[in-house]
Structures are given as structure tokens and as C-alpha cells.
């Protein structure tokens, strides 16, 4: 099957495309939406589908306009990955699909399906996963090591799941001084009583480079893992396991769901309990490699880019 994936953050370009190629599929990328750019490239290489993501840079009025254009008058199938749902549905996701009229509609989540089904599309779910190509162990790098890191972006919109898993690892982690730094935009401007606490500057090391974040993963010896959802996993579950990182997640009905606790990751339901988990593996650190491991084989053997383009092309072949 020959596809144009198109976008142009690290995120998606280190994800699926290579899941695809793994399936035996040709995948050419384009990294903006040109109007002569595009024309051309469907008249060259008549591609059986083109696949879109998310909500980035490349993603003006006039470029979505130009997307459902080209694509129509080529006559290609069109695959979304819906990746903002549910909590920029309404904003984004809906506007997206309205603008560019996909063929398909895949979304990490499972609620919106029925959502988009109800107003006539096409929609399947698919979650996150991993790409153990680029989700893997890195060099020990200088400015990275540290007892727990984050990796998260700050902000007021967040959802109370995430609100949560920012109290429960986090607080008592920053009120009691551990060696933590936390990486992402917009820390340094959250309001205080966004999470009831707040973050020295000490612990603020600002945005992540996404090629980066393995440095991150493999050089801290825990790794805080906020969810957004107590129903969905989010993207840095996966890729910090792919990268051979110890997780420390809360104990959500999907983080449960899908891992075992003592075996692949650690959880929390406490302040009270992220301490003692935290306190218990930075004693014990062969202990807390072979769960990282462990972790590390599980998403690899079942949470792969592979195991969801395979997922994709089930339903659009």
C-alpha cells in the first residue's frame, strides 16, 4: 500500500510511518500542506491513502481548506488520527474533520467514537503506542540525570485526571525537596491554584526538544507519568516504557488495565504512597531495572506504531 503521511512534529513523524513501513506499506512524508506541493505529489505517486494527525503547526484554515480540496479531486482516501479528543473535541477535532470531510476518523478516545459515528463519519478507535526504533534506551547525557523527572506541559486546561496525578506523584515530591526536575512549556506561568501547589524554579529546566526525551527517560532513575484520563493512556506512558524508563503512574482503571503494578511500572493512589514507592526503588535499584525491563518487553511485544498501523489498514483496505 503506498501512503503520504503528512505533518511536521517529532511526535507523529517517530510514530506511525515507521509502524506502516513495518507493515510492508511504501510511506512517503510530506511536512506541510503546499497547495503545488501536495498537487504534485498525488499526481506523482497516486497513493492508495493519505494519513493526517493531531493539531500542529501545519494546520491553518487555508492549508485544512487546501487538504479536503486536493484530496477530493485526487480522489484518495483520507485517514484521521484524532489525538485531542476528548478535550479539544469541540475546538479542534470537529473543526478539523468538518474542513477537510476525511474518510476516516481514528481517535485515542474510546467515548468519542459513538460521538462521531452519531453525526455520520466513519470512526475507529486507536490508541498510542510506542516505536521501539525511536523509543529506546539512550546514553547517559549530562543536565538530565536526576532522582524523578517530569515531562508534561503546564497549564490551566487540564483535566481532573491530570490535576490528580499531579497531586498525588508530584506535590509531595516538590514539599519535600526530592532531587526533581520537570521539563515543558508554560510551568513557570501555572498558576498556583491550578494544582494547589507550586513549583520552585530550581525544578524548572523549560521545553523539550521531543528528540530529547529518551536523554530524559534513560538517564532519570524515576519517571512521573501524569494521566489524562482514568478510561485512556497517554503517549508518554508508552514512550517511556519504550525507552527503558522506571514509571511511577497513578492507578487509573486504564494504567491497571493494561500493566501490572510491581511487575511493569509502579503506582500511586497517595501522596502518602508515592513517597514510600519512591523512597523503596531509589534503594533498590536492580529491583527498579528489572521492572523497567519488564515494561520496556511488554510495550514493545503489544504496544508497537506496528500494532496500530496494522489496526489502521484492517479497516481502510
Known amino acids: 500500500m503506498k501512503i503520504i503521511f503528512i505533518d511536521s512534529d517529532q511526535q507523529y513523524l517517530q510514530g506511525l510511518p515507521a509502524g506502516f513501513q513495518k507493515q510492508g506499506c511504501q510511506v512517503k512524508i510530506l511536512y506541510d500542506i503546499r497547495e503545488e506541493e501536495l498537487d504534485q505529489m498525488l499526481e506523482d505517486e497516486r497513493p492508495d491513502l493519505v494519513v493526517t494527525a493531531g493539531w500542529t503547526k501545519i ?30 473535541t469541540d475546538k479542534w477535532s470537529l473543526y478539523y474533520i468538518e474542513t477537510t470531510q476525511p474518510d476516516y476518523i481514528f481517535t485515542i478516545d474510546r467515548a468519542s467514537v459513538p460521538f462521531y459515528r452519531e453525526r455520520g463519519y466513519r470512526a475507529h478507535y486507536l490508541s498510542w503506542a510506542c516505536n521501539p526504533e525511536f523509543h529506546k534506551p539512550a546514553a547517559f547525557k549530562e543536565g538530565y540525570q536526576c532522582d524523578i523527572a517530569v515531562v508534561a506541559t503546564g497549564g490551566a486546561d487540564w483535566s481532573e485526571c491530570r490535576k490528580s496525578s499531579a497531586q498525588v506523584l508530584l506535590k509531595p515530591l516538590v514539599e519535600k525537596n526530592y532531587d526533581l526536575l520537570v521539563w515543558g512549556k508554560h510551568w513557570e506561568d501555572l498558576d498556583p491554584g491550578i494544582l494547589g501547589f507550586s513549583i520552585g524554579s530550581k525544578n524548572l529546566r523549560g521545553k523539550l526538544p521531543y528528540l530529547e526525551t529518551n536523554y530524559v527517560y534513560s538517564s532519570a532513575k524515576v519517571v512521573l ?67 523497567a525491563q519488564r515494561g520496556q518487553s511488554e510495550v514493545y511485544s503489544r504496544y508497537t506504531y506496528s500494532h496500530r498501523a496494522a489496526e489502521m489498514l484492517k479497516v481502510v483496505v
Open 225 to 291: 507519568g501524569f494521566q489524562n484520563s482514568d478510561c485512556e493512556l497517554t503517549a508518554r506512558t508508552f514512550e517511556i516504557m519504550g525507552a527503558g524508563g522506571f514509571l511511577l503512574a497513578p492507578a487509573t482503571r486504564a494504567v491497571l488495565d493494561t500493566f501490572s503494578p510491581g511487575k511493569h511500572l509502579a503506582v500511586s493512589r497517595s501522596a502518602a504512597e508515592t513517597i514510600k514507592m519512591v523512597d523503596y526503588y531509589l534503594r533498590h535499584e536492580q529491583e527498579r531495572r528489572k521492572v
Open 59 to 88: 494546520h491553518t484554515r487555508k492549508k485544512l481548506q487546501t487538504l479536503g480540496r486536493l484530496t477530493k479531486k485526487h480522489r484518495v482516501k483520507h485517514a484521521y488520527w484524532s489525538t485531542e479528543d476528548p478535550g479539544w
